[in-house]
Nanobody, 123 residues
């Protein structure tokens, strides 16, 4: 089992920046590719970004490319999502997820999920 705990969300203003964290425990963190998803009220969960097991490859949804940076530190079992120039449409619950190799956007391919952290962007 892998336990994932997100943190760093909150209420921010449009144009601000935010860094979300996902702390992992349980199994070896570097054995898993990691991803961020988000879910806005009344909408389906959508893929945001993913990172390979060693951090050498990253993937982004077209809608957020250029404003988000996904990174990971395998030495402290943590993944991050730096979000800049926040917009009201970024308001959502942000989830981290883990899969042995998969780095795509299909939610059913991820084995483990965190509980999410709320990000609210005011205009």
């Amino acid at each position: 089992q892998v336990q994932l705990v997100e943190s760093g969300g909150g209420l921010v203003q449009a144009g601000d920046s935010l860094r979300l964290s996902c702390a992992a425990s349980g199994r070896t963190f570097s054995d898993y590719a990691m991803a961020w998803f988000r879910q806005a009220p009344g909408k389906e969960r959508e893929f945001v970004a993913a990172i390979s097991r060693n951090g050498g490859s990253t993937y982004y949804a077209d809608s957020v490319k250029g404003r988000l940076t996904i990174t990971r530190h395998n030495f402290n079992n943590t993944m991050y999502l730096q979000v800049s120039r926040l917009k009201p449409e970024d308001t959502a619950v942000y989830y981290c997820a883990a899969a042995p190799f998969y780095t795509g956007g299909a939610t059913n391919k991820y084995d483990y999920w965190g509980q999410g952290t709320q990000v609210t962007v005011s205009s």
